[in-house]
């Protein structure tokens, strides 16, 4: 009999803290942290695989060069004629080809529908950055570092700063749409939903359609609409990103079925 009480007070509980949307909020950011993570590792990863390629590339050009300097001193060899000047002259190696990247086109809106954006709140005057240690310096880098050390610490109001002080202080840096969506999803996690809209939709149009973070952004963009009440605009937004990002990772796609789901979205 008591252990059946029990059971049923654990079972409550659970269930009670299962409906807690700040917990569910806090365990969606645990999930996208660790997405994080995981891009940043592979990032890290292409990185050294074309550090590695590029350094073989050079040792193949200083063997053939050291062999073509070779064959230039062996006796009888015609490629040991000097010219005028009695030296033999190095191959000459082209220079590698770089693609220049394409530019971004800030205040763009991808293709998302212009009414799917209208009448959306604007953001909310930026709030003050907290005292104490919120304040951050160093690089771009060490900027979003410490954001991310904040949203795993749960500091939500310090990871804002961090992540606002990136976008303000370079935002043409690579990590800059980055940066943004994360403090967008500072306010998400404090339920801070107009803030959280406004924020995303702003990333969407700012950054565009090929940005790292875009499927994020459009589907974070309509769960913040769902948060508000805004059911229609909820509804076309999800089916926007089901339009867009037919590719996207299983798991964001399956967040987007629940949601539609949540939402009752037809």
């Not at 942290?33 to 695989?49: D, I, P, T």
Request: aromatic residues 6%.
């Amino acid at each position: 009999m008591l252990l059946a009480l029990f059971l049923s007070a654990w079972s409550s509980t659970v269930l009670a803290q299962a409906a807690d949307p700040r917990m569910i909020a806090d365990l969606e950011a645990r999930i996208l942290r660790l997405e994080e993570e995981v891009r940043q590792l592979r990032g890290r990863a292409e990185e050294a695989e074309y550090l590695a390629r590029a350094a073989a590339q050079r040792m193949d050009r200083l063997v053939a060069d050291i062999d073509a300097r070779l064959r230039g001193v062996e006796p009888g060899s015609e490629a040991a004629a000097p010219d005028a000047g009695g030296a033999v002259q190095p191959m000459a190696q082209p220079a590698p080809q770089v693609a220049a990247p394409s530019p971004s086109q800030p205040g763009v809106l991808g293709t998302l529908p212009d009414d799917t954006l209208a009448a959306l709140p604007a953001p909310p005057p930026e709030p003050p950055a907290p005292d104490g240690t919120a304040a951050v310096s160093g690089s771009p880098r060490d900027r979003f570092d410490a954001g991310m050390a904040r949203v795993k610490a749960g500091d939500w109001s310090g990871a804002e700063a961090a992540f606002a002080s990136v976008v303000a202080s370079a935002p043409d840096d690579p990590l800059a749409p980055n940066a943004a969506y994360w403090q967008a999803e500072t306010y998400y996690a404090r339920q801070q939903w107009p803030q959280a809209a406004a924020s995303f939709a702003r990333n969407v149009g700012t950054y565009g359609d090929d940005a790292v973070r875009a499927p994020d952004n459009v589907l974070k963009l309509g769960m913040s609409l769902a948060r508000m009440g805004d059911r229609q605009k909820a509804c076309a937004t999800f089916a926007e990103f089901d339009r867009r990002y037919a590719k996207a990772p299983v798991a964001l796609k399956q967040m987007a079925g629940r949601e539609k789901s949540n939402a009752g979205c037809s």
